[in-house]
Nanobody
């Protein structure tokens, strides 16, 4: 059983910073691409940032220059450093990862965390 657990959300004033972490556990053989998504109230879940196993990164236009995604392969962890936060960044942030497990060594499976709430006050 694979689990993704996010942490680091909370309430912060506009202009502040937060660091989100996502830890993967279970029978993990390899983690391919990972990403952070967010879902604001009444809106669809959208990609915020992603990072491949080769450390190539992508960012949504609205967070470029403010957010940084990184991963620690030894710890099966991916972080999202969020700076200069804006009220429009308020959302539930979800971690996503394509994971190869001992029971599925040839086909990666997409796993999701349960999310962590980020609230940015103006």
């Amino acid at each position: 059983q694979v689990q993704l657990v996010e942490s680091g959300g909370g309430l912060v004033q506009a202009g502040g910073s937060l660091r989100l972490s996502c830890a993967a556990s279970g029978s993990i053989s390899r983690i391919n691409a990972t990403g952070w998504y967010r879902q604001a109230p009444g809106k669809q879940r959208v990609l915020v940032a992603s990072i491949t196993s080769g450390d190539s990164t992508r960012y949504a236009d609205g967070v470029k220059g403010r957010f940084t995604i990184s991963r620690d392969n030894a710890k099966n962890r991916v972080d999202l450093q969020m700076n200069s936060l804006k009220p429009e960044d308020t959302a539930v942030y979800y971690c996503n990862a394509e994971i190869y497990t001992s029971s599925s060594p040839l086909v990666g499976i997409a796993y999701w965390g349960k999310g962590t709430l980020v609230t940015v006050s103006s």
